[in-house]
């Protein structure tokens, strides 16, 4: 096979895509992606065996988290550009072996290239199945994986100036043991659960970075509709980027409408005195084919969640910045100071048409944790009373199969004395239904990012105390969510590591998960598949 990629939901023939992948990139791209993750495996053996403290290597530091979010599931398809991170990567490994001393043994630390065809074909023996026992593998990637989604969450709180080094110690020595086959079986699934810990910590960390700078989200309705005046598009999920496109569009006629994981950035008190901030443009992710399209302007991708452009003039109004690339689209890079340019991005939308309308109306958002604590008292009562019955936690991704249409239909089964709390771009499969409220209280409460999953982790950590729960398994809460990525991997791995068990998982369970491996996780923390949207509501309401 030309390569060898499961890492995430829509892997082909749910087993691994072989010769291109699902997502789009190439065999060149995913060989490339392989050497990096090799490369941070040989950096981190720098960092571990010679004892270096992490924050002597701030450079460093910032190198692994951003390497590893360039290789996320639909963030970089730009073989050039991943070719110079695994160059920079293997400069500072060599300058730590020369400023701390060589004691690093394995390969992963010591390799040369210098070309991209060297780099090629080095790639090819160190890649997803150079591990050849298909558990090790299992839980090799299934680690590799969180540390993606912790890296991702990481690298928001850095861009704000919040860092917690306990993080980067943790990658560090979890990726040098991920290249130690001395490492018994039995460490490899405690470091799924220490990863899950540190997962919460991530989430953590940028939960306090976000609120720390931009206040609490709020309850806030976002217009869906469009004016008519030219604008840009902004996807992804990084809020200092949006800070400054906004700074940098104030007066100047330019509209800017979030996109997919940008929608909770409307609601938070910060960007409400952005009046240039006019709202959210399309759905998740998958359906941009058709939206960018329609939208007219140039969009800007701060994060993952590309899909290959099938046109070449849609191609021509994408720009690209952080962990993100593809090739031919203009990227755009901070000065010393972290500040983008985004002028080349404002001039284009000028020359362009407004967006072209494809819905109205508003729908709500704004209901991470302190939101929900304001209204504690309110949900108690109703919970109390019988009013609400059941809380059903569906975050996560979207995705673009047909079997996606299962979280539509069970939102819409679901008994009327129930609310969904939501995150991710799983949401678009159910935030535009008209599905009422219970006493006032919207029966989708929306958190925001896949990120903010970790305010429901907290809201169900508060009413185990209101409610004096021995078991935070034993409140009224079930969880059925929906992958797609890496970050939604650590916020599985995450909640595992809280002691929240019986989670549902779908549209299909992880291929990275071995039949042996797999077998373990759903006998120790009862993880399943979902099956019917019936059979499911019957279950989880105790029918």
């Given at each position: 096979m030309s390569m060898f990629c499961y890492q995430c939901q829509e892997t082909a023939k749910g087993e691994g895509c072989t010769v291109r992948?699902?997502?789009?990139?190439?065999?060149e791209v995913a060989k490339l992606q392989d050497l990096l993750i090799y490369s941070l495996k040989g950096l981190s053996e720098v960092v571990v065996k010679n004892n270096i403290n992490v924050e002597d290597i701030p450079e460093?530091?910032?190198?692994?988290?951003?390497?590893?979010?360039?290789?996320?599931?639909?963030?970089?398809?730009?073989?050039?550009?991943?070719?110079?991170?695994?160059?920079?990567?293997?400069?500072?490994?060599d300058d730590l072996k020369a400023k701390y001393g060589d004691k690093a043994t394995a390969d992963s630390a010591n390799f040369t290239v210098s070309t991209k065809e060297e780099m090629l074909e080095k790639a090819a023996s160190v890649g997803v199945l150079a591990t050849e026992d298909i558990n090790v593998r299992s839980l090799r990637e299934f680690i590799t994986y969180g540390l993606k989604g912790m890296a991702a969450y990481t690298e928001h709180a850095w861009n704000i100036g919040k860092q917690d080094m306990e993080?980067?110690?943790?990658?560090?020595?979890?990726?040098?043991?991920?290249?130690?086959?001395?490492?018994?079986?039995?460490?490899?699934?405690?470091?799924?659960?220490?990863?899950?810990?540190?997962?919460?910590?991530?989430?953590?960390?940028?939960?306090?970075?976000?609120?720390?700078?931009?206040?609490?989200?709020?309850?806030?309705?976002?217009?869906?509709?469009?004016?008519?005046?030219?604008?840009i598009l902004i996807s992804g999920h990084d809020l200092t980027d949006l800070e400054q496109l906004l700074e940098q569009t104030k007066g100047t006629g330019v509209d800017v409408y979030t996109h997919s994981e940008m929608l909770p950035a409307n609601s938070y008190p910060f960007?409400?005195?952005?009046?240039?901030?006019?709202?959210?443009?399309?759905?998740?992710?998958?359906?941009?084919?058709?939206?960018?399209?329609?939208?007219?302007?140039?969009?800007?991708?701060?994060?993952?969640?590309?899909?290959?452009?099938?046109?070449?003039?849609?191609r021509e109004r994408i720009f690209t910045t952080g962990a993100t690339g593809y090739p031919g689209c203009m990227h755009i890079e901070p000065d010393e100071n972290g500040k983008k340019d985004f002028s080349a991005i404002i001039e284009m939308a000028k020359k362009l048409p407004a967006p072209t309308e494809i819905e109205t109306g508003e729908i709500i958002g704004g209901f991470a944790h302190d939101q929900v604590f304001a209204v504690a008292d309110k949900v108690v009562d109703a919970v109390k009373t019988g009013a609400i019955k059941r809380f059903f936690v569906m975050s996560g991704c979207d995705g673009r199969m047909k079997s996606r249409?299962?979280?539509?239909?069970?939102?819409?089964?679901?008994?009327?004395?129930?609310?969904?709390?939501?995150?991710?771009?799983?949401?678009?499969?159910?935030?535009?239904?008209?599905?009422?409220?219970?006493?006032?209280?919207?029966?989708?409460?929306?958190?925001?990012?896949?990120?903010?999953?970790?305010?429901?982790?907290?809201?169900?950590?508060?009413?185990?105390e209101i409610f004096e729960a021995e078991d935070i398994n034993d409140l009224p809460i079930s969880f059925n969510i929906a992958w797609y990525e890496q970050k939604a991997v650590i916020v599985l791995m995450a909640l595992l590591s809280m002691g929240f068990k019986n989670i549902h998982v779908g549209p299909t369970l992880p291929a990275f998960l071995s039949p042996d491996v797999a077998e373990f996780v759903i006998k120790t923390f009862g993880l399943a598949k979902n099956d019917t949207v019936e059979d499911d509501i019957k279950l989880f309401m105790g029918k």
């Amino acid at each position: 096979m030309s390569m060898f990629c499961y890492q995430c939901q829509e892997t082909a023939k749910g087993e691994g895509c072989t010769v291109r992948g699902v997502c789009g990139k190439t065999e060149e791209v995913a060989k490339l992606q392989d050497l990096l993750i090799y490369s941070l495996k040989g950096l981190s053996e720098v960092v571990v065996k010679n004892n270096i403290n992490v924050e002597d290597i701030p450079e460093a530091n910032h190198q692994l988290i951003n390497s590893l979010f360039t290789t996320i599931t639909n963030a970089n398809f730009d073989p050039e550009a991943i070719v110079a991170i695994i160059n920079d990567v293997l400069k500072t490994r060599d300058d730590l072996k020369a400023k701390y001393g060589d004691k690093a043994t394995a390969d992963s630390a010591n390799f040369t290239v210098s070309t991209k065809e060297e780099m090629l074909e080095k790639a090819a023996s160190v890649g997803v199945l150079a591990t050849e026992d298909i558990n090790v593998r299992s839980l090799r990637e299934f680690i590799t994986y969180g540390l993606k989604g912790m890296a991702a969450y990481t690298e928001h709180a850095w861009n704000i100036g919040k860092q917690d080094m306990e993080i980067y110690r943790f990658m560090y020595d979890t990726l040098a043991k991920l290249e130690d086959d001395s490492v018994p079986f039995d460490d490899l699934v405690q470091l799924v659960l220490k990863t899950g810990e540190h997962g919460v910590l991530s989430m953590k960390l940028i939960d306090e970075a976000n609120t720390s700078k931009y206040g609490n989200p709020e309850m806030t309705k976002v217009n869906i509709g469009v004016r008519n005046n030219p604008a840009i598009l902004i996807s992804g999920h990084d809020l200092t980027d949006l800070e400054q496109l906004l700074e940098q569009t104030k007066g100047t006629g330019v509209d800017v409408y979030t996109h997919s994981e940008m929608l909770p950035a409307n609601s938070y008190p910060f960007f409400k005195k952005y009046d240039n901030l006019v709202g959210n443009y399309g759905n998740a992710w998958w359906k941009q084919v058709e939206e960018f399209d329609s939208f007219n302007g140039p969009i800007l991708f701060t994060t993952n969640c590309i899909v290959p452009p099938k046109k070449e003039e849609i191609r021509e109004r994408i720009f690209t910045t952080g962990a993100t690339g593809y090739p031919g689209c203009m990227h755009i890079e901070p000065d010393e100071n972290g500040k983008k340019d985004f002028s080349a991005i404002i001039e284009m939308a000028k020359k362009l048409p407004a967006p072209t309308e494809i819905e109205t109306g508003e729908i709500i958002g704004g209901f991470a944790h302190d939101q929900v604590f304001a209204v504690a008292d309110k949900v108690v009562d109703a919970v109390k009373t019988g009013a609400i019955k059941r809380f059903f936690v569906m975050s996560g991704c979207d995705g673009r199969m047909k079997s996606r249409e299962y979280y539509t239909e069970f939102a819409k089964e679901l008994p009327k004395d129930t609310v969904i709390l939501t995150s991710g771009c799983a949401k678009y499969r159910y935030n535009k239904l008209d599905l009422g409220d219970i006493g006032g209280i919207p029966r989708v409460l929306d958190a925001g990012q896949c990120n903010d999953s970790y305010s429901w982790a907290l809201v169900a950590l508060k009413l185990k105390e209101i409610f004096e729960a021995e078991d935070i398994n034993d409140l009224p809460i079930s969880f059925n969510i929906a992958w797609y990525e890496q970050k939604a991997v650590i916020v599985l791995m995450a909640l595992l590591s809280m002691g929240f068990k019986n989670i549902h998982v779908g549209p299909t369970l992880p291929a990275f998960l071995s039949p042996d491996v797999a077998e373990f996780v759903i006998k120790t923390f009862g993880l399943a598949k979902n099956d019917t949207v019936e059979d499911d509501i019957k279950l989880f309401m105790g029918k």
